[in-house]
């Protein structure tokens, strides 16, 4: 686990965090109806931690 916990973020990370942030918020939006923002903000920090977990993973810095 340490070795993708480095501390270290490049551009492709961010940018793979910003597409699936921006996707999975679009898809969210048109099918449901937020009236709570407290709600739509959690829901969006989650999808942005999400993004963030992915990202580390997916794109590996070698």
Known sequence: ??????GKMS?????????FSAIVNTIISH???WD???ITGLI???VTFIGGILAIFIIKND
């Open 11 to 19: 551009i492709s990370h961010i940018f793979f965090m910003a597409a």
């Open 1 to 6: 686990m340490k070795k993708f916990l480095k």
């Open 44 to 46: 969006a920090g989650l």
């Open 36 to 38: 709570n923002r407290y």
């Open 31 to 33: 099918n449901v109806n």
